[in-house]
């Protein structure tokens, strides 16, 4: 597997929102304003990366020799969440610019399931260390690409005519139903 | 220093207890988790291959220790007598390692058939093993050693899925062979028995 | 008991997860292909929701701030594992359905917003009641959904036929846009039907009275460090 | 397998727990303890009504000196006062700021489009754009009401948003949604610096305005009877609501768009009867000043650009002290405007409450004699506002000029309003035809003379207002047009007995398009005088810059007036700057006022950025595109006249003040008079509309 193929594939054709069913809570939650939602993308592309890259090391040093593969999920999110918290308190510290753009959406990323969920599908597809991280900032870039669609449609959603029912989250559901429609087309194109 | 030493001893302690408590659910659920596994992964292939068994080959599996490592032997029975058995091999296809179950009948060591348990091939193209058209190609033969017609063998590859034809070829050939070694063992392990 | 009532009630209408509170919408629109799978979700939330609000009710007063989500993280994934084990020991064709959304209950929101929001900051009793409450929400509304995706997806409701041959199964429903647009379908009619008891009772109707994502209270929380 | 299970947890678990311990010890950033503090001490509701995104941020901008004690808007003077204890800063150390609504297009704005979308501006704004013609103006569907968090703003009945300043706490919703700007954030600061921009909403009369007064407001602010309010905008342009509301040629009213249907709205007579409320109330309105910066600025000449100069530095927190060499102050308006026109009691009156506010004078002390720029420096005065005034007098240049019995017009006025012997005769000639020729000819009327006007022009060149020379004809003045002096001729004593003047006839107009004179040869005529008053115009005495070896580190124009940047009013000295006659010639009272302003801000801007600045959009001349002529849709109204206090007949003996002011009503008719208009809007009312409490609706 080439790694366009996987880059393609994991941004479009199995894109880790529409076609994956992760990572929707920040999805819909932080897709209100376009300028949200390329933050909240850009901090999911760095700490899924950094994530996928740790818990490939853990599962491959660690819980693979002692035969503990079943603690996989358990000590995958203990290291997501402390990763979260140290990439919080080292951006505060070294590059202050960053953590104030970036800062606010590490928090949510703990319970991003879109990290965990990246972190995951690296181990069972059995991924090598380069092909995790290529696949992670390919899945990270394509949430972010969904998520920053999603938010620019929503910003002229708002000023639409429609059902009093309908508005807010409802017709973000139902667009992000229509985009994954959308992405659709591109199954068969990259496995 | 004091809230530091704290904040470590809290999480060390909380994430050893719940190791703890893991491993003893673990411990507990092992072997049937194991059993289940077997069930539905390796069930079907073994179904599709004793069609008219009328025992249960997971729940009969034995382990016969081969060279120090074991191999599971799944028997099927038919009116009590054991009419054949199935071995798990794997053979190297493009996207991992293929699972074949490789059932054998104990009257000659002729295959009865073979069944897929485990690919990760690409959909529609080595993923196209598990259909019957290639996996028939392997039932009611001699047990010996087979290959794929480009490498002057009998067996009709997938066409443009070499790589996992040969590798399903591989793995019956392995299961051949370790066939070969333990058969004289079967008689012993299910001499007139209906069960083991 | 009043006050126990209320806070086990809370979760079954007036915050139900997720229709009402939008929340933990992986597993509501990953597992709920099916009205069975949904009902595995739930169950498998309520597991976990419930022991989790009790356990980190019980370790609040241990737990130091620093380390809180990462310590209510771990109460989580333990008892997700947990869960993952015995579905794997006494449910495996569940499990296999459910995959890997398995594992990722332990990122849904829910349980760890109701550790943060709710269970470590009151009385035990009261955080099992709102973990039970919220649990079978969740569960009845992951039911309800998996039952009009398959439905509508493939002529069935767990698994029984419910049209005749003459009916074409509707396939969308069951693929990843369907369950968007389901969602967010289902997500309208709750707003409809508020407004509508709005104005029954003579209230003004109002414009989204779906909370956004907003209870479980994490996007305000930052960890102190 | 327990055993290894329970290992590596417990040593993930502690390698977590480690490395978070000792990364928040390494990577530890350290944050004021008062943070903290304050962070507990806030409402905690998160509001951002502080303009901070939530009560940590509003906190650190408390500690970064970015807010003030009163930085929460819900916590209450409690809340302010804790903060205040905390950070050991004064109360009110921040200066309160408020929406301020700059448009009065609502209604207007709605007419143009058939809009049935959302009622929200933003949408109107992205869909239809909203009004054609004029990018800023206000589409009156309300969406800053519903942004407000604090209920301060609401619909008025013109369609419009109102801002209600008690509620107001600047938290700047408003303003964001708003697609158009009309809503900005103004701190008194900020207001009192503006200059017109030609994006700002200027209705023709405020492009005209020298002072740049927001006429329309004020206007409008009279037609609802809030006086105080409409005295709080004049006074954000100009210091003297009394002076000029009696002595302004109003140029405004010239642009004003009412004119192309009957009259102009009476805009000073407006002004004047705002200011004579708060005179007459005896009750001075409060005028805010910002904290006091401790800074210390020299305000050479106490005429009107040097009083609204230190009027606005005093109310942007700095210093001033004001020079004045006559014994009191006021220049040119105790000086040069008679008593008829703006009495002394009104000027003391005014005067008093501009120094009321803390500025320092100092009397009798003249620049380049007494003191200079240097002695300014070592005196601790970190900038100097020039602004001397224009007071020496062109000459004729004729024969028999030094003759006695001639004198300047200035002059004669000056001692007039100094109380001395002026030595005036019977009978007057007055040269020339601006405004202090026709204050000398009927100061002279006052006096017993019998006045001739001589003015090489016609009437209707008259550079004079019309209401005086109409005035100084009631009076008995008699006007000798198409005539120049030639030659003074005088009797043995050196005493003046006669004026030869030659005939004129009007040319062709030249570049400034006046017709020039040319003398017509052989017209000589003398006529009889004991007096000849000359007033054909002023320059600034500009010797005084001078040191004794003649040098100057300041520059002149062409003019002989004082160099300076035209915005700016910087001078070739960074620290100075000037304004008003000095700097433009002798011009018109509010000229001078809104020079001194611009003044004010400049040296504001260089004390505390070190240097003025100004947009390239800032508004000098009239936009050509706003000064339509066809004002359709416009009922006619009567425009109100000005009552006179005294007869014709008394006039002539008395320096009575003649004009009066308006009643109540007639000040609220005449407010109601006025259009409203924007850049290029105004309202399409019918005559229909009527003045009531809450001011003229115009639709009902």
Not at chain 3, 3 to 19: A, C, M, Q, V
Not at chain 3, 141 to 151: D, Q
Not at chain 4, 411 to 430: D, I, P, S, Y
Request: charged share 20%.
């Amino acid at each position: 597997m080439d790694y366009f193929t996987l880059v393609i594939a994991a941004i479009f054709v199995n894109n880790i929102v529409l076609a994956q069913y992760l990572g929707n809570c920040p999805f819909i939650g932080t897709s209100k304003e376009s300028g949200v939602a390329i933050g909240m993308g850009l901090a999911v592309v760095f700490v899924a990366t950094m994530a996928a890259a740790i818990t490939w090391c853990v599962q491959r040093f660690l819980l693979v020799p002692f035969d503990l593969a079943y603690l996989q999920t358990i000590t995958f999110i203990l290291v997501i969440a402390s990763l979260v918290q140290f990439v919080e308190m080292f951006l505060k510290k070294a590059v202050p610019p960053l953590y104030k753009s970036l800062g606010i959406f590490l928090p949510l990323i703990t319970t991003n399931c879109a990290v965990l969920g990246i972190a995951i599908i690296c181990q069972r597809e059995e991924y090598t260390l380069l092909q995790t991280i290529i696949f992670s900032i390919a899945s990270g870039a394509g949430f972010m690409l969904a998520l920053v669609v999603l938010a620019s449609i929503r910003e002229r959603l708002d000023l639409a005519r429609v059902p009093t029912s309908l508005r807010g989250t409802p017709l973000a559901l139902i667009m992000a139903g229509l985009m994954s429609l959308a992405f659709f087309a591109f199954k068969g194109m990259a496995s | 220093m004091r809230e530091a030493l704290r904040m470590i001893l809290v999480l060390s302690l909380i994430c050893g207890l719940s190791g703890l408590t893991l491993a003893a659910v673990r411990q507990a659920t092992g072997p049937r988790i194991e059993e289940q596994v077997l069930t539905y992964v390796q069930g079907p292939a073994l179904n599709q291959i004793f069609a008219n068994a009328d025992n249960n080959p997971v729940l009969d599996r034995v382990a016969i220790d081969l060279d120090g490592e074991a191999v599971t032997v799944f028997p099927a029975m038919v009116d009590g007598q054991l009419a054949g058995v199935a071995i798990e091999a794997f053979g190297r296809g493009y996207g991992g390692d293929i699972g074949v179950m490789v059932g054998f009948a104990t009257a000659d060591g002729s295959i009865t058939g073979i069944g897929i348990t485990t690919l990760k091939e690409t959909p529609g193209l080595g993923s196209r093993v598990v259909e019957p058209e290639f996996r028939e190609q392997f039932g009611s033969r001699p047990g010996q050693d087979m290959a794929l017609q480009s490498q002057g063998g009998d067996i009709a590859a997938i066409a443009g899925a070499t790589l996992s034809s040969a590798a399903t070829v591989a793995a019956v050939n392995e299961a051949i062979r370790m066939y070969s070694r333990i058969k004289d063992r079967f008689p012993k392990r299910w001499s007139d028995q209906d069960t083991p | 008991m009043n006050r126990l009532w209320k806070e086990f009630s809370k979760g079954l209408w007036k915050d139900l997860p997720p229709f009402k509170i939008v929340l933990g919408l992986c597993p509501v629109l990953a597992v709920t292909k099916t009205a069975y799978n949904g009902l595995g979700m739930g169950l498998a939330v309520i597991f976990v929701l419930t022991l989790s609000n009790l356990l980190v009710s019980l370790l609040r007063k241990a737990i130091p701030a620093k380390v809180r989500i990462a310590c209510f993280i771990v109460v989580a994934a333990s008892l997700v594992v947990c869960v993952e084990l015995l579905m794997q020991a006494y449910a495996y064709p569940l499990y296999l359905q459910l995959g890997i959304f398995v594992p990722l209950i332990v990122v849904n929101c829910i349980i760890l917003g109701r550790a943060e929001a709710f269970a470590s900051k009151n009385p035990t009793h009261l955080a099992v009641a709102d973990g039970l409450g919220m649990g079978i929400g969740f569960a009845l509304s992951l039911t309800f959904l998996g039952s009009v995706r398959e439905m509508f997806g493939y002529g069935t409701w767990f698994g029984m036929e419910l049209a005749g041959d003459w009916y074409e199964p509707f396939a969308f429903m069951i693929e990843a846009p369907g369950a968007f647009v389901c969602l967010g379908l289902v997500l309208a009619g709750m707003n409809a039907l508020t407004n509508w008891q709005r104005r029954t009772r003579g209230l003004e109707a109002i414009e989204g009275p779906i909370h956004d994502c907003k209870t479980c209270g994490l996007c305000a929380t930052k960890p102190r460090i | 397998m327990i055993m290894t299970s329970v290992l590596v947890l417990l040593g993930i678990g502690f390698t977590a727990a480690a490395i978070l311990a000792v990364a928040s010890k390494l990577l530890y950033v350290y944050e004021d303890p008062r943070i903290a503090e304050v962070e507990s001490v806030l409402a905690g509701a998160n509001c951002g009504g502080c303009g901070f995104p939530g009560c940590a941020a509003a906190a650190q901008g408390v500690v970064d000196g970015k807010a003030g004690a009163t930085v929460c808007v819900i916590g209450g003077d409690e809340v302010a006062t804790n903060v205040a204890a905390i950070m050991g800063l004064g109360f009110s150390s921040m200066e309160k700021q408020i929406a301020f609504v700059d448009c009065t297009g609502g209604i207007r704005a709605e007419e143009i489009y058939d809009y049935a979308g959302v009622s929200d501006c933003r949408a109107q704004n992205l869909l239809y754009g909203g009004n054609k013609m004029c990018p800023e103006g206000c589409l009156g569907h309300g969406t800053c009401v519903t942004a407000c968090q604090f209920g301060a703003i609401d619909m008025g009945p013109q369609g419009y948003p109102v801002v209600d300043p008690a509620l107001c706490t600047a938290c700047g919703a408003c303003a964001q949604v708003c697609p158009r700007g009309v809503i900005t954030i103004w701190g008194m600061t900020a207001r009192l610096t503006h200059l017109n921009e030609i994006t700002d909403c200027l209705a023709p009369c405020r492009q005209r305005c020298p002072g740049q007064i927001n006429i329309p407001r004020y206007i409008e602010q009279t037609s609802r009877g809030d006086f105080a309010g409409a005295l709080e905008t004049i006074r954000e342009r100009i210091p003297m609501p009394l002076t000029i509301g009696r002595v302004c040629p109003y140029p405004c009213e010239s642009a004003c768009r009412r004119t192309h249907v009957d009259a102009p709205v009476g805009i000073n007579m407006v002004k004047r009867y705002v200011a004579d409320w708060e005179m007459n109330s005896g009750q001075r309105q409060p005028v805010t000043c910002a904290p006091e910066t401790g800074r210390r600025v020299a305000v050479v000449g106490g005429g009107p650009a040097g009083l609204s100069c230190a009027f606005y530095l005093r109310r942007l927190g700095h210093s001033p002290t004001i020079f004045e060499s006559m014994p009191s102050l006021g220049g040119q308006l105790r000086y040069g405007i008679p008593e008829y026109r703006l009495p002394k009691a009104v000027l003391d009156w005014e005067i008093q409450g501009i120094l009321d506010l803390g500025i320092d004078v100092v009397h009798g002390k003249a620049f380049g004699t007494d003191f200079d720029l240097d002695s300014l420096k070592e005196d601790g005065f970190e900038a100097v506002f020039l602004g001397i005034g224009a007071w020496m007098n062109m000459t004729l240049r004729i024969e028999g000029e030094d003759t006695k019995g001639v004198e300047t017009g200035t002059e004669f006025l000056t001692k007039v309003g100094l109380n001395m012997e002026t030595g005036v005769g019977r009978k007057v000639v007055v040269v020339g035809g601006g405004n202090t020729a026709i204050d000398t000819a009927r100061t002279s009327v006052r006096l017993g003379a019998d006045v001739t006007l001589m003015y090489r022009r016609t009437k209707g060149e008259m550079p004079a207002n019309i209401e005086e020379i109409i005035g100084a004809e009631e009076e008995g003045v008699k006007y000798l047009f198409l005539a120049a002096p030639t030659r003074i001729i005088s009797d043995e004593s050196g005493h003046v007995t006669h004026v030869e003047y030659i005939r004129m006839e009007l040319g062709e107009p030249d570049e400034t398009g006046r017709r020039s004179p040319i003398p017509v040869e052989g017209s000589e005529t003398i006529i009889d005088t004991d007096t000849v008053y000359t007033a054909i115009g002023q320059k600034p005495e500009l010797s005084c810059l001078y040191d004794e070896g003649g040098n100057c580190p300041l520059e002149q124009t062409k003019w002989r007036t004082l160099a300076a940047h035209p915005v700016t009013l910087q001078t070739a000295l960074p620290h100075v700057f000037t304004g008003g006659d000095m700097h433009t010639g002798p011009g018109i009272v509010i000229t001078a006022l809104g020079e001194g302003r611009k003044a004010a801000r400049s040296i504001h801007q260089y004390l505390t950025d070190g240097a003025p600045h100004y947009s390239a959009k800032v508004q000098r001349d009239l936009i050509p595109y706003t000064m339509f002529t066809h004002v359709p849709d416009v009922g006619y109204r009567k425009r109100s006249t000005v009552p006179h206090l005294i007869g014709c007949d008394q006039r002539v003996c008395t320096f009575k003040e003649i004009e009066g002011a308006l009643s109540s009503e007639e000040a609220k008719h005449e407010a109601c008079r006025c259009l409203r208009c924007g850049l290029t809007c105004y309202n399409r009312d019918l005559p229909a509309r009527e003045c009531n409490e809450d001011g003229c609706v115009s639709r009902s």
